[in-house]
């Protein structure tokens, strides 16, 4: 049992709390520059590539609803590979998923810059850019260290602000838009297609992130199945009728930079490309809102198993919340978010993703075999589904570049590192 005599974390995620998780720690600035990448790869069937791509990650989301209902401790992917598949593999999924999300994170915090642009050219310039950055990020940790409620709270708010710009600009599409607009006719190759649902497999990952703060739902058993499952038909609706708008009201859609944005300028002209603006500014400040909830719960979680500095696991004696986790990772993704622009965190970020995936699926079929009583939501055919995961990550992993395959490495060599450091010591749960 956990020291009761330490500050303990309080259980008040709800269930409609974490599908705001889901939705929040997905929804960033993928939806506000796909569009064009798709009609790129695939030209006028890239809502196919939707569908495609959401069969795909409902596979990952099903292996993690079954993974995430048996845990009630914070940690998430990191736990589940742990218990799974031993101590090895859990600190190399930790690692892969805090850098995956750090990077991801800075991304969307530059993005916000960019966006911001739109209204204040100068805000791009060295100086104002990294205030920004400071203000963004420091006032998002903030709220987070004064308690799990009030990031919560936040990041609910953050995603009814978000979805609804998507959704103005969804329903004035297929009422306004010309139908006669068409896109020139692309050839949809097999590698088109295989980077089109790469691409998209990437747009829809950061759910993983919801599972972190276990500790903190109120009945993960029964949430987390329904909030993967809700998520991913809110998700998959607003990426696949977004694409579908921009289809219909910009022509040439290939050669947008801003496609949304140009499409809500084409609806109602400059004031509907400035209220999309504003949305990708409170998408993207809505995703990090969503990821310092959930994040630094996997390195406290990893401090309280000996598997990461101890100073990792404080929890504020006031606020409740793993402060000094929440502290440095937001630190840390101010200095990725300075020191790189979008595409060098995003180029960190995407292949690392298919290894947590994989790791999951193992753990599975293992955790299956190990609690086969556990009560807890059974994905039907689990460990077949699970084979499956692991077979489309070996399709999509033989699609990445040699830049993916060395920040694969070098994330595996710092994981080993780390379990080399720790191994000796025995630990294997959360001090009693």
């Known amino acids: 049992m956990p020291d009761q005599t330490k500050p303990q974390l309080v259980r008040v995620l709800g269930r409609w709390t974490m599908v705001g998780l889901v939705i929040n720690c997905v929804i960033g600035s993928g939806i506000f520059g796909l569009p064009d990448d798709l009609v790129r790869f695939v030209g006028n069937a890239a809502p196919w590539a939707y569908l495609l791509a959401t069969l795909g990650i409902a596979i990952f989301m099903g292996v993690f609803a079954e993974l995430g209902s048996q845990f009630r401790e914070a940690g998430g992917p990191y736990l589940f590979a742990r218990e799974g598949c031993g101590r090895f593999w859990g600190i190399q999924m930790g690692w892969f998923i805090w850098l995956v999300r750090l990077t991801a994170a800075a991304a969307n915090a530059n993005l916000f810059v960019v966006y911001l642009g739109e209204f204040w050219p100068g805000a791009t310039a060295p100086v104002p850019r990294i205030a920004l950055l400071v203000l963004l990020l420091g006032g998002l940790v903030l709220t987070n260290v004064r308690g799990v409620g009030n990031g ?56 993983e ?31 696949l009728l977004t694409q579908i708008v921009a289809m219909r009201t910009v022509p040439d859609l290939a050669d947008s930079a801003r496609p949304l944005a140009d499409a809500a300028r084409a609806l109602v002209g400059p004031v509907g490309a400035g209220f999309i603006a504003l949305g990708a500014m409170v998408s993207t400040s809505g995703y990090l809102s969503g990821q310092l909830v959930g994040v630094p719960r996997q390195t406290y979680a990893m401090a309280e198993r000996g598997d990461f500095p101890k100073t990792f696991g404080q929890v504020h004696e006031r606020f409740r919340t793993p402060w000094v986790s929440i502290l440095i990772w937001g630190v840390v993704v101010l200095a990725l978010a300075i020191y790189g622009n979008f595409i060098w965190n995003a180029i960190i970020s995407a292949g690392a993703r298919l290894v947590t995936y994989g790791i999951a699926c193992v753990a599975l079929i293992r955790l299956r075999k190990l609690r086969p009583s556990a009560d807890a939501f059974r994905l039907p055919a689990g460990p077949l589904i699970a084979v499956a995961g692991l077979a489309l990550c070996a399709v999509l992993v033989s699609q990445m570049s040699a830049t993916h395959a060395v920040v694969i490495s070098v994330i595996a060599a710092i994981g080993t590192l780390n379990w080399l450091l720790v191994r000796g010591d025995g630990r294997t749960q959360p001090p009693a």
């Open 152 to 207: 919560a709270r936040l990041s609910n708010f953050l995603t009814a602000a978000k979805l609804v710009p998507i959704a103005l600009l969804i329903a004035a599409g297929f009422l306004w838009s010309d139908t006669t607009v068409t896109q020139p006719t692309v050839a949809a190759t097999p590698a088109g297609w295989m980077n089109a649902v790469l691409a998209l497999l990437f747009a829809f990952g950061g759910f």
């Open 209 to 239: 992130a919801a599972l972190m703060p276990l500790a903190e739902g109120k009945d993960p058993r029964r949430d987390i199945p329904f909030a993967l499952f809700t998520g991913l038909l809110v998700i998959s609706a607003c990426l």
